[in-house]
């Protein structure tokens, strides 16, 4: 059984992710500008203010970074977020497709704390545009550290995943049994929880399961519940 990755969001997310991406878009352009003052308050552990890289294109720059910006701010479901993109890395995908990947950092609503992602995307050169991007968030800045996993969180994220998959795939009897759990913390505010193991099916079979998912210690609340069923997840 195979099933490709899944992203739970609230409704309306992805509206609200594309105001975001129309204010935040330019993010890398303005980095070559004279540079914002800091607001006043310690500095992050994570380090000062991210710096925007370029890719030497500004239109795949630019078109880069509004399908990044406006997918972190659809997953996370908040418009106050800030992003910076660390780097720009282009292969050739096709005559036409370049694959760009890189690294960056965000920060959500007046945290001090940035956190890392990791994104990769197509962008089309003839049409100056770029897809949906996969995002991986978190375990990439620095100060981000493993902390204990939290019982009641896995149980809460185990039974969102079970909800999803019998919307998903009308299997209510899902079972969830993961044999590799981990939470990492970025800042104060964010847990980014990794598990690995087999959704059981019963008669229809076990198939492999991996999960990644975003919680909020502020908020109270899940930002981000990604799953990915069969040989992808492995």
């Given at each position: 059984?195979?099933a490709p990755a899944?992203?739970?969001?609230?409704?309306g997310?992805w509206?609200?992710g594309?105001?975001?991406?129309l204010c935040l878009?330019?993010?890398?352009a303005?980095?070559?500008?004279?540079?914002?003052?800091?607001?006043?308050?310690?500095?992050?552990?994570?380090g000062?203010?991210?710096?925007?890289a370029?890719?030497?294109?500004e239109?795949?720059?630019?078109?880069v970074?509004?399908?990044?910006?406006?997918?972190l701010?659809?997953?996370?479901?908040t418009t106050m977020?800030?992003?910076?993109?660390?780097?720009?890395?282009?292969a050739?995908?096709?005559?036409?497709?370049?694959?760009?990947?890189?690294?960056?950092?965000?920060?959500?609503?007046?945290?001090?704390d940035?956190?890392?992602?990791?994104?990769?995307?197509?962008?089309?050169?003839?049409?100056?545009?770029?897809?949906?991007?996969q995002?991986?968030?978190?375990?990439?800045?620095a100060?981000?550290?493993?902390?204990?996993n939290?019982?009641?969180?896995?149980?809460?994220?185990?039974?969102?995943?079970?909800?999803?998959?019998?919307?998903?795939?009308?299997?209510?009897?899902?079972?969830l049994?993961?044999?590799?759990?981990?939470?990492?913390?970025?800042?104060?505010?964010?847990?980014?929880?990794?598990?690995?193991?087999?959704?059981?099916?019963?008669?229809?079979?076990?198939?492999?399961?991996?999960i990644?998912?975003?919680?909020?210690?502020?908020?109270?609340?899940?930002?981000?519940v990604?799953?990915?069923l069969?040989?992808?997840?492995?």
């Open positions: 059984m195979h899944r992203t739970l969001a609230p409704p997310a509206i609200r594309v105001l975001a991406a878009a330019t993010v890398p303005l980095a070559q500008s004279a540079p914002v003052a800091e607001p006043p308050g310690p500095p992050s552990p994570a000062q203010r991210p710096m925007a370029t890719s030497g294109d239109a795949l720059d630019n078109a970074a509004a399908v990044v910006v406006a997918a701010a659809e997953q996370l479901d977020i800030e992003v910076g993109i660390d780097s720009f890395d282009v050739i995908a096709s005559v036409r497709d370049r694959r760009v990947s890189g690294e960056g950092r965000l920060r959500v609503g007046d945290d001090a940035w956190i890392g992602f990791r994104y990769s995307t197509i962008y089309d050169t003839t049409f100056q545009s770029a897809g949906y991007p995002l991986t968030i978190g375990g990439v800045a100060g981000e550290r493993l902390v204990p939290d019982a009641l969180l896995v149980r809460q994220l185990e039974d969102r995943i079970t909800v999803e998959l019998d919307r998903q795939l009308g299997i209510p009897a899902a079972r049994q993961f044999d590799d759990i981990s939470t990492v913390e970025g800042g104060q505010r964010l847990l980014r929880i990794t598990a690995q193991g087999v959704a059981d099916f019963g008669r229809s079979g076990i198939t492999p399961v991996r990644e998912a975003l919680y909020d210690q502020v908020a109270n609340a899940w930002r981000r990604n799953y990915e069969g040989g992808a997840a492995r």
